[in-house]
């Protein structure tokens, strides 16, 4: 579905330099601390900034060609002209997507009760977060591309919009989703890849079975950290007890160390160790 | 395209109280003011150019460009679009306005033919036109903010250019000549062509602007 091969952008002093791929029917998180490139790799892919070098391919063809009939787009801080109301865009998506499903987003906005007569920039965040998803989703497309869609909501709502993409991605499984968020307990039990990003670089790309399964923090004393075999090492942090390693090979330290304490691995983890743990 | 002629005429329709008190003020102004009825259909034509040219600000209000550029449009057929939406917006108020004031004026009994009217008119919507072509690419490059000053600019550097154009052809006895000599026609015909060769270059740049934009 996405194809981004070493993609470059430079602005200023910030650079980013990175490889995404979408395989179909599959979800893809891109997880990172705010300016960590999330959104200058969503914006390249969609052909919002020209990309100094790399090449991309979505749904078979460039950035400036694809079919924009079969996505679905929220992008975090852009929407219709905030004059517009509800009932002023639907018939502007009736007459732009040829499968727009107009029942099915007039009953969605119902039941995330949203105004239709309301002024966009007079909707709450949530709201207008739940405004994008509906228009996302309601005119069948084959891949979405979500930057931050749960911004701005409750808990509540928050998982009312993952239900929403499970369900839109139950509906057919060639679909796919590239998705990234700060909230990383939205993706844990959504996503099927994961890609780190930070300082526009990807540090780590797993499935997320693997993260969930290899990936583990091990919390060790000084002594133990000494005795370690370090070859599974990723990164390492110095606590007050000692120190906190990342590895990805749980298994491993669970069999030849059982007196370690070894904590599951969590995305969180993952990224606060993957940026800013030491390299061994 | 249909889909952002009915976005920009939402939009427009945003400001429909302030067109329908210019209609009731221009209504009164042509049934009161018996030197130029014309007035009303130069007014309410610039008026509405510069409404249409306001969609492109609407459209960015909040950031809101990124998003309509992942809408099944292309960046060319976004600025094609303000082209045809100004012209049509633009041609519709015209024709209202040449209906209104030729009704007042058959209806007032006015020595003023309608022929004459008619032919100002048209002199008038196409000199709308070409406003509406130098102002969509500023707008587009610039945004509204800075759009302001850069129009302001070209506002003033057209105005001294006239003026000094205005002055050569005082001074020159054979220019003012021609001019004199001309009938209606060639001066519609001149009209058409800067018309067509002005939404042809502005138009080109406009798209060009689109497409290298960077959001």
Redesign the interface.
């Known amino acids: 579905m996405i194809k981004a091969e070493n993609i470059q952008k430079n602005y200023g002093s910030f650079h980013l330099s990175c490889s995404i791929q979408v395989p179909s029917g599959c979800i893809c998180a891109l997880v990172g601390q705010n300016g960590a490139g999330k959104s200058t790799a969503f914006?390249a892919i969609?052909?919002?900034?020209?990309i100094d070098g790399g090449k991309i391919e979505i749904l078979g063809k460039t950035p400036q060609d694809f079919?924009?009939?079969r996505?679905g787009?929220v992008?975090s801080?852009?929407?219709?002209?905030?004059?517009?109301t509800t009932r002023?865009?639907l018939?502007?998506?009736?007459?732009?997507?040829t499968h727009f499903e107009k029942e099915k987003f007039l009953q969605m906005a119902e039941q995330f009760q949203l105004p239709l007569n309301k002024k966009i920039?007079d909707f709450s965040s949530g709201m207008k977060a739940k405004l994008k998803i509906i228009i996302a989703i309601t005119h069948q497309a084959d891949l979405l591309?979500l930057d931050e869609p749960t911004a701005g909501l409750d808990v509540i709502a928050r998982n009312e919009v993952l239900d929403m993409l499970r369900t839109y991605m139950s509906e057919n499984e060639r679909r796919s989703i590239l998705i990234s968020s700060h909230i990383s307990s939205d993706l844990e039990n959504l996503c099927d890849e994961l890609y780190l990003i930070e300082n526009g670089q990807i540090l780590l790309h797993e499935t997320c079975d693997v993260l969930f399964n290899d990936y583990a923090l091990l919390k060790l004393t000084p002594a133990q950290y000494e005795q370690l075999d370090k070859q599974y090492l990723l990164r390492k942090r110095k606590e007050s007890f000692g120190y906190s390693v990342l590895t990805n090979q749980r298994q491993f330290y669970a069999e030849n160390y059982p007196e370690i304490v070894i904590e599951k691995g969590t995305i969180d983890e993952c990224i606060a160790m993957m940026a800013k743990g030491e390299t061994l | 395209m249909k889909g952002l002629i009915i976005k920009d005429f939402k939009l427009l329709m945003m400001n429909k109280t302030f067109f329908l008190i210019m209609l009731v003020i221009c209504g009164f102004i042509s049934l009161t003011d018996e030197n130029d009825p014309t007035f009303i259909i130069s007014f309410m034509t610039f008026i509405t150019a510069v409404f249409t040219i306001s969609t492109i600000s609407y459209d960015d209000f909040n950031n809101g460009m990124p998003f309509l550029l992942t809408l099944p449009i292309t960046r060319k057929l976004y600025a094609a679009e303000k082209y045809v939406f100004g012209m049509l917006t633009g041609a519709a108020v015209w024709f209202f306005s040449v209906l209104l004031v030729s009704a007042v004026q058959l209806f007032s009994f006015s020595n003023v033919q309608l022929i004459d009217i008619l032919c100002t008119a048209v002199i008038n919507l196409f000199i709308s036109y070409l406003i509406l072509y130098l102002i969509i690419p500023i707008q587009i490059k610039y945004g509204n903010e800075r759009g302001r000053l850069v129009l302001f600019l070209v506002v003033v550097i057209t105005i001294a250019m006239s003026y000094v154009l205005s002055s050569l052809i005082a001074e020159s006895v054979n220019i003012r000549n021609i001019l004199n000599e001309l009938t209606m026609t060639p001066i519609l015909l001149i009209l058409i062509g800067l018309v067509l060769l002005g939404y042809y270059i502005s138009s080109r740049i406009s798209i060009h602007i689109m497409e290298k934009k960077q959001y």
């Open positions: 914006k969609l052909n919002l900034i020209q079919d924009r009939q996505i787009v992008l801080d852009s929407l219709f002209s905030g004059y517009l002023d865009f018939p502007v998506l009736n007459s732009l997507y920039k591309i």
